[in-house]
T-cell receptor, first 108, second 117 residues
Framework: LAKTTQPISMDSYEGQEVNITCSHN???????ITWYQQFPSQGPRFIIQ???TKVTNEVASLFIPADRKSSTLSLPRVSLSDTAVYYC?????????FGTGTRLTVIP | ETGVTQTPRHLVMGMTNKKSLKCEQH?????MYWYKQSAKKPLELMFV???????ENNSVPSRFSPECPNSSHLFLHLHTLQPEDSALYLC????????????????FGPGTRLTVL
């Protein structure tokens, strides 16, 4: 099973870039890496997914090194509304286990 | 978002009641999921359906009974619940079942806030 490890919490000031790193040492060849965002009392929302190198969309970037044993979610110029819990999920049936995620608090 | 809808949004029930939660997805997806999220705890997977067949039952008590009559609808039937079952119940769907990399991204509904008295 590709278990993931993320920091429990992070703080950042408004306008800064935030990088959240997830470790997944046992990632399998066919596994994708998916990040979700969750606000209180709401369901998680898909942010970005990647397999290797770099993926960018309108809200975030995902950096995956060649060995794929970790990944970094990058949120450019965060705002107060980015305060949420961020989850990193890897692979197959493990895409169903969200863990505790990283609680990001954006400070004014 | 209106891709995945859940009703009711809030439900209060006694321990002897029978109620059902409904989930509907309008995304043409083939897999659907039930999760439970208790206060300040991670999401707990309850059930997974793929093409209307249950593929995962994560040791859920029998007082929770899922039903998937077609690929667009998912129900969670509740009976003789306990106060500790009070939680946010989330439904999700994905185009493909888990493990199909790239197309198994889950889209969540807004949840049903359940309170058991």
């Amino acid at each position: 099973l590709a278990k993931t490890t993320q920091p429990i919490s992070m703080d950042s000031y408004e306008g800064q870039e935030v990088n959240i790193t997830c470790s997944h040492n046992n990632i399998a060849t066919n596994d994708y890496i998916t990040w979700y965002q969750q606000f209180p009392s709401q369901g998680p929302r898909f942010i970005i997914q990647g397999y290797k190198t770099k993926v960018t969309n309108e809200v975030a970037s995902l950096f995956i090194p060649a060995d794929r044993k970790s990944s970094t979610l990058s949120l450019p110029r965060v705002s107060l509304s980015d305060t949420a819990v961020y989850y990193c999920l890897v692979g197959g049936m493990n895409n169903l286990f969200f863990g505790t995620g990283t609680r990001l608090t954006v400070i004014p | 978002e209106t891709g995945v809808t859940q009703t009711p949004r809030h439900l209060v029930m006694g321990m002897t009641n029978k109620k059902s939660l409904k989930c509907e997805q309008h995304l043409g997806h083939n897999a659907m999921y039930w999760y439970k999220q208790s206060a300040k705890k991670p999401l707990e997977l309850m059930f997974v359906y793929s093409l209307e067949e249950r593929v995962e039952n994560n040791s859920v008590p029998s007082r929770f009974s899922p039903e998937c009559p077609n690929s667009s609808h998912l129900f969670l039937h509740l009976h003789t619940l306990q106060p500790e079952d009070s939680a946010l119940y989330l439904c999700a769907s994905s185009l493909s079942p888990p493990g199909t990399g790239g197309t198994d991204t889950q889209y969540f509904g807004p949840g049903t806030r359940l309170t058991v008295l």
